[in-house]
């Protein structure tokens, strides 16, 4: 069993800063792709961010130069630093990680991120 707790969300001003960690527990050997998505009021979840086990990072268009994602593997921890905020990256954010070999995936709880105009 895997489990994804994330923290850091909160209300922040457009053009604000907040950091989001997500800690990974439990049988996460097979975990090689880590990650956010985010899902705002009336819309599908979307990926916000990825980074693999090697390393390599892929963001949605509508974040690149404004977030970061990135890992501490020994801490099992996942960071998504999001800067300049805009009021259109309200959302709830959801911690992500895969298994490539099993094929499962695997969801936090989100927490929720207001950017106030």
């Known amino acids: 069993q895997v489990r994804l707790v994330e923290s850091g969300g909160g209300l922040v001003q457009a053009g604000g800063s907040l950091r989001l960690s997500c800690a990974a527990s439990?049988?996460?050997?097979?975990?090689?792709?880590m990650g956010w998505y985010r899902r705002a009021p009336g819309m599908q979840r979307d990926m916000v961010a990825t980074?693999?086990?090697?390393?390599?990072?892929n963001y949605a268009d509508s974040v690149k130069g404004r977030f970061t994602v990135a890992e501490d593997n020994r801490r099992n921890t996942v960071y998504l630093q999001m800067n300049s905020l805009k009021a259109e990256d309200t959302a709830v954010y959801y911690c992500?990680?895969?298994?490539?070999?099993?094929?499962?995936?695997?969801w936090g709880q989100g927490t929720q991120v207001t950017v106030s105009p």
């Open positions: 992500y990680g895969s298994s490539s070999r099993t094929k499962i995936s695997y």
């Open positions: 439990g049988f996460i050997s097979n975990i090689d792709l």
């Open positions: 980074i693999s086990r090697g390393g390599t990072v």
